[in-house]
């Protein structure tokens, strides 16, 4: 299938968020789409499949002009879309999301379960996905529910498949597995469009990349005419002389220590520091526990055993409303269900954790210092909105998790908890969070940073812990730490 859009345009309101972008993927090449956060990348893709409507432009498909009038119409003509934010449903099995919308029944319209599970297992098995197919989607791991929605796409013997932001909570073998799936499909003669900001990723598995920025396609050239210097520039329209700022860690005093956590089951005997001033990078593979342990660490999960000390003194902290009076704040790694409200402002959403900082004694809040806060978040942040009024839903993800970021940033936590802070997140963005982790640091903050990017720990942690089956398995400083070494102690190596 070869698709060619034409000077696109689209606009929300007064927000044009595509202005003349031209994109063309040939077939049986895996086809690169970047750009920054909020540059129309997912935009440009739902146009294609119905999900929104251009203003202005034309699409052809293999010639023809077309138009689908909803994502069922495209996908039945052949196109899939696998989104960033998981559409699974919690309560349903494994094997229901797979089929749901696509049952297959008989002539006298009763489900054909044995046919579908073998199909879903097949599917799994050249996914290398173990996951259990009566098991409830909502009892699944990030990981584990992107590969659903992966298997789903597949299933569906597309000609076409946009992938956004597939691996970004995929553990380095699931990725592995879908590169080589990708492979394959591309000699069957399917074509790929594949959204990352993984820029290791695009060199490795496209063939060609298109660049936007604030929605307009800046150029398109084949992987072996271009280099990551080069794409960022375009991307950012300025040069990353470095991808991670230079820190000068001067820790202070230890402000958290664990001592002995323990979650039955998930973790055990976890004990570490994190001093004023540091970053504590906290890395494994998927499932691993990093993020059960910062859960409990929050009050999100409860503890076995062991105990939690703040500035030497032990604390309880039995839920979030505990941890946020000890001054710790958690950026999750699920933005979408756990760190936002998505139908509220991002007004709103700044200012839950901290709305008693705005009122008086008699618990009348100030709309102008509420404001003035919000206003001078969403500049620090470069956040992307026409207004703080803006629903959070109506966000890129990117903007999204800046959002996020933002609302625990103005608690003036004394411990900051970040799992996966920069997922799905561009790279000229990914900059912006880590000099404010700096700025923060230089401040007095103890951060915490969970993250699958090796890179992103190497590049921006004091100190590394390595998680493997629920124990620290290591520690390495900053000047001794290298992949290899992480890895191998996420393996269970010594």
Same mark, same amino acid.
Request: proline share 3%.
């Given at each position: 299938?070869?698709? +060619? /859009?034409?000077? $696109?345009? #689209? @606009?929300?309101? &007064? =927000?044009?968020?595509?202005?003349?972008? !031209?994109?063309?993927?040939?077939?049986?090449?895996?086809?690169?789409?970047?750009?920054?956060?909020?540059?129309?990348?997912?935009?440009?893709?739902?146009?294609?499949?119905?999900?929104?409507?251009?203003?202005?432009?034309?699409?052809?498909?293999?010639?023809?002009?077309?138009?689908?009038?909803?994502?069922?119409?495209?996908?039945?003509?052949?196109?899939?879309?696998?989104?960033?934010?998981?559409?699974?449903?919690?309560?349903?099995?494994?094997?229901?999301?797979?089929?749901?919308?696509?049952?297959?029944?008989?002539?006298?319209?009763?489900?054909?379960?044995?046919?579908?599970?073998?199909?879903?297992?097949?599917?799994?098995?050249?996914?290398?996905?173990?996951?259990?197919?009566?098991?409830?989607?909502?009892?699944?791991?990030?990981?584990?529910? +992107? /590969?659903?929605? $992966?298997? #789903? @796409?597949?299933? &569906? =013997?597309?000609?076409?498949?946009?992938? !956004?932001?597939?691996?970004?909570?995929?553990?380095?073998?699931?990725?592995?597995?879908?590169?080589?799936?990708?492979?394959?499909?591309?000699?069957?003669?399917?074509?790929?469009?594949?959204?990352?900001?993984?820029?290791?990723?695009?060199?490795?598995?496209?063939?060609?990349?298109?660049?936007?920025?604030?929605?307009?396609?800046?150029?398109?050239?084949?992987?072996?005419?271009?280099?990551?210097?080069?794409?960022?520039?375009?991307?950012?329209?300025?040069?990353?002389?470095?991808?991670?700022?230079?820190?000068?860690?001067?820790?202070?005093?230890?402000?958290?220590?664990?001592?002995?956590?323990?979650?039955?089951?998930?973790?055990?005997?976890?004990?570490?520091?994190?001093?004023?001033?540091?970053?504590?990078?906290?890395?494994?593979?998927?499932?691993?526990?990093?993020?059960?342990?910062?859960?409990?660490?929050?009050?999100?999960?409860?503890?076995?055993?062991?105990?939690?000390?703040?500035?030497?003194?032990?604390?309880?902290?039995?839920?979030?409303?505990?941890?946020?009076?000890?001054?710790?704040?958690?950026?999750?790694?699920?933005?979408?269900?756990?760190?936002?409200?998505?139908?509220?402002?991002?007004?709103?959403?700044?200012?839950?954790?901290?709305?008693?900082?705005?009122?008086?004694?008699?618990?009348?809040?100030?709309?102008?210092?509420?404001?003035?806060?919000?206003?001078?978040?969403?500049?620090?942040?470069?956040?992307?909105?026409?207004?703080?009024?803006?629903?959070?839903?109506?966000?890129?993800?990117?903007?999204?998790?800046?959002?996020?970021?933002?609302?625990?940033?103005?608690?003036?936590?004394?411990?900051?908890?970040?799992?996966?802070?920069?997922?799905?997140?561009?790279?000229?963005?990914?900059?912006?969070?880590?000099?404010?982790?700096?700025?923060?640091?230089?401040?007095?903050?103890?951060?915490?940073?969970?993250?699958?990017?090796?890179?992103?720990?190497?590049?921006?942690?004091?100190?590394?812990?390595?998680?493997?089956?629920?124990?620290?398995?290591?520690?390495?400083?900053?000047?001794?730490?290298?992949?290899?070494?992480?890895?191998?102690?996420?393996?269970?190596?010594?």
């Amino acid at each position: 299938m070869h698709i +060619q /859009m034409n000077d $696109i345009h #689209k @606009a929300f309101g &007064t =927000n044009q968020v595509l202005s003349g972008v !031209d994109f063309e993927l040939r077939e049986g090449e895996v086809h690169a789409l970047m750009g920054e956060n909020g540059a129309g990348k997912s935009t440009l893709m739902n146009i294609l499949i119905g999900l929104h409507e251009r203003n202005q432009g034309t699409i052809l498909i293999d010639g023809k002009e077309t138009y689908f009038p909803s994502p069922k119409e495209a996908e039945q003509h052949g196109i899939a879309f696998i989104h960033q934010e998981l559409n699974v449903w919690p309560d349903m099995t494994v094997l229901e999301n797979l089929f749901i919308g696509k049952e297959m029944t008989n002539a006298f319209g009763i489900l054909q379960t044995k046919e579908m599970r073998t199909l879903a297992i097949e599917q799994f098995r050249k996914l290398a996905v173990t996951i259990p197919i009566d098991q409830e989607a909502g009892q699944c791991s990030v990981g584990q529910q +992107q /590969m659903i929605e $992966i298997a #789903k @796409a597949l299933m &569906t =013997n597309a000609k076409v498949i946009v992938m !956004d932001e597939p691996t970004a909570a995929l553990t380095e073998r699931e990725i592995e597995k879908l590169f080589e799936v990708i492979h394959s499909l591309r000699k069957e003669g399917v074509s790929i469009v594949y959204i990352s900001h993984r820029m290791e990723e695009i060199f490795t598995i496209c063939d060609r990349i298109t660049v936007m920025r604030d929605g307009k396609t800046v150029d398109t050239k084949d992987i072996p005419d271009t280099s990551f210097e080069e794409v960022v520039k375009k991307m950012v329209g300025r040069e990353l002389t470095e991808r991670y700022p230079v820190r000068n860690p001067k820790p202070g005093e230890v402000v958290l220590e664990a001592k002995n956590m323990s979650r039955k089951g998930i973790f055990e005997n976890i004990s570490f520091t994190v001093r004023s001033g540091e970053i504590v990078g906290f890395s494994g593979l998927m499932g691993a526990g990093r993020t059960e342990i910062m859960r409990a660490l929050f009050g999100l999960d409860s503890l076995t055993s062991g105990e939690i000390q703040i500035r030497g003194k032990k604390v309880m902290i039995r839920r979030p409303e505990d941890a946020v009076k000890h001054g710790v704040g958690f950026i999750t790694e699920d933005r979408k269900d756990e760190g936002l409200v998505l139908d509220f402002s991002i007004k709103d959403n700044m200012v839950l954790p901290s709305l008693f900082s705005f009122s008086n004694r008699a618990g009348v809040i100030s709309s102008k210092k509420e404001q003035e806060f919000v206003d001078t978040l969403i500049k620090r942040l470069l956040i992307k909105t026409e207004s703080s009024e803006t629903a959070a839903k109506n966000l890129s993800g990117g903007n999204q998790q800046k959002v996020v970021i933002a609302k625990w940033v103005g608690i003036g936590p004394n411990v900051l908890i970040l799992d996966e802070p920069t997922r799905g997140v561009d790279v000229g963005a990914k900059r912006e969070i880590y000099e404010l982790m700096n700025e923060l640091t230089d401040r007095g903050v103890a951060i915490i940073m969970v993250s699958s990017e090796l890179p992103e720990v190497l590049g921006m942690s004091d100190r590394i812990l390595v998680v493997h089956e629920g124990h620290i398995t290591g520690e390495l400083s900053h000047e001794e730490a290298t992949q290899e070494k992480i890895m191998t102690l996420a393996t269970g190596g010594q």
